[in-house]
């Protein structure tokens, strides 16, 4: 990452986002309900909620940092580190298991110099497991962002890759 | 058997695109809810228990008596709440996506009249994050049914008031546990909660909620328009309706179907998956996602209701088949399932923590051939020790489900694999096929 990228990631929220957080808080029964939907914001447009951010939000929703980080950190989706322009969810489960999800595994490990839980080099891909998308009926299955990807195999894969820059 | 009708999926259009809400009107949709607000909220509760509908999402528990136990009249408490359990996120199933994606509509009518059947003032509908169409889809739908007088105040005149919200989740398995999915909806860490109180009791804030799922709401307006006696009447077995069956693995057709409650598990794979591809036979399925024991290839006769598949030592679960072919070790897929269940627990119950992954270790060693003929010995303790109630939920006693049944039906791929001290399927565990 520059240091360029790197200071925008770490700007404060600026006026525009933190009022559509505190809509959402307003819009809530209770502020603390919006968290999710607000580091949902967060990451929308960071590509993940820095420390700094994840405080700013808990402020906005009267919670405590701790108290909203161990919301975070439960869930899959909510990202506290730093990931690539697109992220792969690669269906981990026994539907794909049983249809060759460890292939599919091997093969986009290798086309991208990861692991699992990695950022490739150029910062273009994060590869993580996720559980079962309900795509069974075309496993194995993947997302990449918010697209859908079924019925995968090394070439599929490939032609897949290609399409995100 | 005199007819094959299929309520839940008559509305689904070619291509898969959603009915819009004329569309759906002129489809006949709606009706069911100015029924419904011309009975009382008792007599709808009345019709959907005698209609026997149980839940849809893996526990069956009746819908009915579930609304039942939410306190009403004057002096009962406000707010009160319908939550729809659209969080699909048990391995192997995928049925509600298709009614939230392909019949929106169909899902708002639904949760207008449970609201009202238990009087509720507030409606979310908790979808996982990773349905994109369906959230976008349902966000559209409510927005239709605003403007056309079916959600607000003053719902078509009757003086009832719903508000719905669609809500989608940060992503975690654990969210599906019905209390769970209410501490979530707090913006607190989703644990569940122990009962007693029951959610109908003190839910969401405090307050009294009923949470159901996605298929199993479905069938309320179909109920209300119809009547109990024509929904028995579609189901081959003692429960009421039709069933989202689905079924994936090595068969030639993979895919859902919806078909009387009670169809035999073979009529499935055989007649509409279209059997095994060639070159794979099928071993053993979980009948109802990574939660249900196995149920081996000697009862396939079994009808696919809640007690026919008790009675084979398994349960219907969501309904939703997964195949075990001849070419897939079971160990290891036991290993991928309980990797599974160890890495959603929530964390909070010490014998789910610390047990799952233990389990999932042995597992993993013994499939590397490095397992001891204790391992099985303490792979049952277990079984025992977590199926028991020693936990908050059902994630730890659903995650020894297929554990169990592997023990007993597996045992001789288990002491072969410890035997020989290698994986009998060791050169296709990585295969494409």
């Known amino acids: 990452m520059s240091t360029a990228e790197q200071d925008r990631k770490d700007a404060p929220l600026d006026a525009a986002l933190r009022q559509e957080i505190a ?32 405080a700013e939000v808990a402020a906005l929703l009267e919670m405590t940092p701790a108290e909203l980080d161990s919301v975070a950190t439960f869930y899959n989706l909510i990202f506290r580190r730093p990931v690539g322009r697109h992220v792969i969810l690669l269906c981990d489960s026994v539907a794909c298991w049983v249809m060759g999800e460890a292939a599919a595994r091997n093969h986009l490990c290798a086309r991208l110099g990861v692991n699992l839980g990695e950022t490739t080099q150029d910062g273009r891909f994060t590869l993580l497991p996720i559980v079962c998308l309900g795509h069974c009926d075309h496993a194995p299955a993947m997302m990449v962002d918010e697209d859908q990807h079924g019925d995968l195999d090394a070439a599929r894969l490939d032609a897949i890759l290609e399409g995100y820059r | 058997m005199t007819t094959m009708e299929k309520p839940l999926t008559a509305m689904l259009q070619p291509g898969g695109i959603p009915l819009d809400v004329t569309g759906y009107e002129r489809a006949g949709g709606y009706q069911a809810l100015r029924k419904a607000l011309t009975m009382t909220p008792e007599a709808i509760i009345g019709e959907v228990k005698r209609s026997k509908l149980r839940g849809r999402g893996g526990g069956g528990f009746a819908t009915g008596r579930k609304w039942e136990a939410v306190p009403t009249g004057a002096d009962a408490p406000r707010q009160r709440y319908l939550v729809v359990n659209a969080d699909e996120m048990e391995p192997g199933s995928f049925k509600d996506r298709l009614l939230l994606e392909q019949t929106p509509h169909q899902m708002i009518e639904s949760v207008i009249i449970s609201a009202f059947a238990i009087q509720a003032d507030i409606a979310y509908i908790f979808v996982r994050a990773e349905y994109v169409l369906a959230l976008g889809r349902l966000a559209r739908a409510v927005a239709e049914a605003q403007a056309h007088g079916y959600v607000g105040t003053n719902i078509l005149g009757s003086g009832f008031a719903l508000t719905i919200h ?19 909806l707090e913006g607190r860490r989703p644990i569940p909660r122990s009962r007693p109180p029951r959610s109908a009791q003190s839910g969401l804030w405090g307050k009294p909620s009923v949470v159901n799922n996605v298929e199993t709401l479905c069938n309320v307006p179909h109920i209300i328009e119809r009547g109990a006696d024509w929904f028995l009447s579609l189901s081959r ?14 068969v030639k057709r993979p895919g859902l ?36 024991a196995f149920v081996m290839a000697a009862d396939f006769d079994v009808a696919m209701d809640f007690t026919s598949v008790q009675k084979v030592g398994s349960s219907l679960g969501t ?111 990585e295969t494409w096929a």
């Not at chain 2, 669609?166 to 979530?184: D, K, P």
Request: some cysteine.
């Open chain 1, 23 to 54: 809509a959402l808080a307003q819009h809530a029964e209770y502020k603390r309900a919006a968290g999710t939907d607000a580091l949902k914001l967060v990451q929308k447009r960071f590509g993940f909620v820095s420390d700094q951010h994840l």
């Open chain 2, 166 to 184: 669609v809500h989608a989740s940060g992503g975690r398995y654990i969210c599906g546990e019905s209390s769970a999915m209410l501490t979530a």
């Open chain 2, 237 to 250: 077995g003692a429960d009421g309706g039709t069933k989202l069956y689905g079924l994936s693995g090595r």
């Open chain 2, 257 to 292: 179907w919806e078909l009387p409650l009670g169809t035999s598990l073979n009529e499935i794979l055989e007649e509409h998956a279209g059997g095994m591809q060639a070159g794979y036979e099928c071993r053993a399925v979980l009948p109802g996602g990574a939660s249900t």
């Open chain 2, 319 to 429: 309904g939703n088949i997964m195949a075990l072919d001849d070419r897939r070790c079971p160990i290891g897929m036991l290993r991928n399932l309980e990797h599974f269940f160890a890495q959603e627990s929530c964390g909070w119950c010490t014998p789910c923590r610390d047990g799952l992954p233990w389990v999932e270790r042995i597992l993993a060693a013994i499939e590397a051939g490095e397992g001891e003929p204790e391992d099985l010995e303490t792979l049952a303790h277990h079984v025992a020790f977590l199926s028991s109630d020693g936990t908050f939920c059902d994630l730890a006693p659903g995650a020894m489900a297929p554990l169990g049944s592997a023990l007993k039906h597996f045992r001789a791929e288990f002491e072969q694999h410890i035997k020989e001290k290698c994986c009998p399927w060791h050169d296709t565990a």
